[in-house]
């Protein structure tokens, strides 16, 4: 694991883990509480990295968990990264492109870890061959690292963050997310759709299925509370009665008695805002086991193997469903489905939901890069935010002024025979 740069001080450390409790995925270590986020270090500011060389070396470094049970996942993303960078052979133009795989995790937590993302951010920042950042994977790091990397005008691009308030005012804190943005310019991207779209889909798909009554829970956390919000206000919205909301303790060893509570309100659906790591699997073992009725819907910070294992297939098979901003890899088209087959080839193994982000993440990073043409950090997100793909692994898609994607289609899926299966799309492209 890296150690907390030089310049964070001890009061900083204590601060991120004050503010920044255990996107997504994954377990989302941040609370909700609309605190300024903890950052890295407040000390003096890193001179900017010489510009304007035409030829050398550029690093591209990632920053996600890799020690965890989200390691599966985030494997996959990375060999995506790296299936991109082979692409090109290593090189834009004159170029050297060397990756670096960074873990945000600590084996102390088993997940990400705020001091681990506050000094890869740093380090990030400090080395001048850094050009491009891609990450992370769980939006509460994101908190953490997106105003260090603003500051300095070093494009940060997520193949996994969703929530809204990253981006997009007035869908999360009352400061977001203008205090991610210190510099006042555009420094972030997400190549995958956010919760506020994910979060209604899921209302209006559990209502097409027939549901009438639904009991919301969430995680506590960033990602989860955040998208389970949404679902609540749209299931409002429609017609589709929350009969019980709460949060739940992600840390627990068992919720039985949760559940025998629930039972009593006797809901069609359960709908958990969490991830794998924020003890989904360990709700669908307990549903079962108290004998209630009801189906689950879960969002894609579930859609990994690690969940279905997590609950036990026999607790998940046809009654767990799914969202995920996006669609399998099985159900990727065109250039998707190319990619698929290029990762299969390379890797000998079906690539994990994420795994095409991270490869598009690459691709955005390389032909930013590519049109820039120089080694200069703002340069190269200046060329990230014209970035456009008619007929990409995603399909068509650029970015809007705020760095998000442009991309809308979602999928609804289920498990069957232990394995996850696509059921329908859902949104709209």
């Keep these: 694991m890296s150690k907390i740069g030089t310049m964070a001080t001890a009061t900083g450390v204590l601060l991120a883990l004050s503010l920044a409790g255990c996107t997504k995925k994954g377990t989302d270590s941040s609370t909700a509480t609309g605190d300024k986020p903890a950052t890295a270090s407040d000390g003096a500011a890193t001179p900017p990295p010489p510009t304007g060389a035409t030829s050398g ?51 102390k937590k088993g997940d990400w870890d705020p001091e681990v993302e506050a000094a890869n951010a740093d380090n990030a920042v400090k080395d001048p061959d850094v050009m491009v950042y891609i990450g992370t994977y769980n939006s509460g790091a994101a908190k953490i690292s997106m105003p260090v990397l603003n500051k300095a005008g070093l494009a940060m691009i997520s193949p996994a963050n969703t929530t809204p308030g990253l981006t997009k005012p007035k869908m999360g804190e009352p400061n977001e997310p203008d205090v991610y943005r210190p510099s006042g310019k555009i420094t972030y991207f997400r190549v995958v759709p956010a919760d506020d779209m994910q979060g209604a889909v899921g209302a209006k798909w559990m209502q097409q299925m027939g549901a009438k009554s639904v009991y919301v829970l969430d995680d506590r956390q960033v990602y989860g509370k955040g998208i389970a919000d949404v679902f609540e206000q749209t299931a409002g919205d429609i017609g589709l009665k929350v009969v019980g909301r709460e949060g739940i303790d992600a840390k627990a060893q068992e919720y039985k008695s949760l559940m025998t509570k629930i039972k009593a309100a006797n809901p069609d659906f359960i709908y958990f805002g969490g991830t794998t790591q924020s003890n989904a699997g360990q709700i669908a073992k307990d549903l079962v086991a108290v004998g209630l009725k009801a189906k689950m819907m879960v969002p894609d910070g579930c859609f990994e193997n690690a969940f279905i294992t997590a609950a036990g297939a026999g607790n998940v098979n046809d009654r ?17 489905a190319e990619f698929v087959k290029k990762y299969v080839a390379k890797y000998g193994a079906e690539p994990e939901a994420y795994a095409v982000y991270g490869y598009v993440a690459a691709q955005v990073a390389l032909d930013g890069i590519k049109r820039a043409g120089q080694k200069d950090r703002l340069k190269i997100v200046d060329a990230i935010k014209s970035y456009k793909a008619d007929d990409g692994a995603l399909g068509a898609f650029s970015f809007t002024e705020n760095g998000d994607t442009t991309m809308t289609v979602m999928s609804g899926n289920t498990v069957k025979n232990g394995k996850f299966e696509f059921v329908t799309k859902l949104g709209g492209e």
């Design 57 to 107: 070396t550029i690093k591209i470094w990632s920053s996600l968990p890799r020690t965890g049970s989200a390691n599966a996942q985030t494997s996959t993303i990375v060999n995506g990264i790296k299936l991109a960078i082979d692409e090109v052979g290593g090189k834009v133009g004159n170029f050297d492109i060397v990756y670096e795989d960074k873990d945000d995790a600590s084996a």
């Design 320 to 336: 767990v469903f799914i969202t995920f901003g996006g669609v399998p890899a099985k159900e990727l088209k065109g250039q998707g």
